[in-house]
């Protein structure tokens, strides 16, 4: 079945594992991935959301990088589990969602909340990332258009921004159920310490 060409201010609802619904808006397409921000609301699987209704909530998480086209076939990746969890060290919620055949867990269109006055925000990001914990490396700046180099320590000014990195469709389920994630945890520590 041919999906529908992704729009920015498109409305996907997200499948959550735990019985729910979580809801992203796509904001602006990038070159490390779809920026989205995650809102601050969830619903039963079995109700219906109002997209007006959205209108009225924030962002939990923003902003957030992802391949959306993948949350939109992702009931379909669950087909090579047995594979996958030979290779990687999977979450959780990806095991729960792919060892559950009964639900459909692919992300859909469900409306569109038109962006208004859209400013890119800016990202900071890291030489070797969280494979290089604890050694000084150069920070950088993302906005956009092009890497600024900070410092070899992250500035306290800096340390609010997201990290620079595309969070796969089985993480951004697990950051609207938990919060947060095992990567992300580590991200924001490496973001804490500066180093």
């Known amino acids: 079945m041919k999906q529908t060409r992704l729009k920015k201010g498109d409305i996907l609802e997200v499948p959550l594992p735990n019985g729910e619904t979580g809801f992203i808006q796509y904001v602006y397409p990038d070159a490390w991935g779809d920026l989205i921000g995650i809102y601050d609301y969830t619903i039963d699987w079995d109700e219906k959301v109002n997209i007006e209704e959205l209108k009225s909530k924030k962002f939990k998480f923003y902003p957030i990088l992802t391949r959306i086209n993948q949350g939109r076939r992702l009931s379909e990746d669950f087909k090579s589990f047995e594979e996958i969890k030979k290779k990687i060290a999977l979450s959780e ?3 729960k969602m792919a060892t559950d055949p009964s639900h459909d867990y692919n992300w859909k269109i ?31 700046l993302f906005n956009g258009r092009e890497n600024v ?33 095992k990567v992300r945890k580590m991200d924001r520590d490496m973001i804490k310490k500066g180093y």
């Open 93 to 95: 919620v990806y095991i």
């Open 110 to 140: 469900i409306g569109n909340i038109k962006i208004e006055n859209f400013t890119y925000p800016n990202f900071i990001w890291k030489e070797g990332g969280t494979l290089s914990p604890g050694r000084i490396t150069k920070w950088y």
């Open 149 to 181: 180099e900070i410092d070899n320590k992250l500035p306290n000014e800096y340390k609010q921004l997201e990290y620079q990195s595309s969070e796969p469709p089985a993480a951004i389920v697990e950051l609207i159920m938990n919060n947060t994630t």
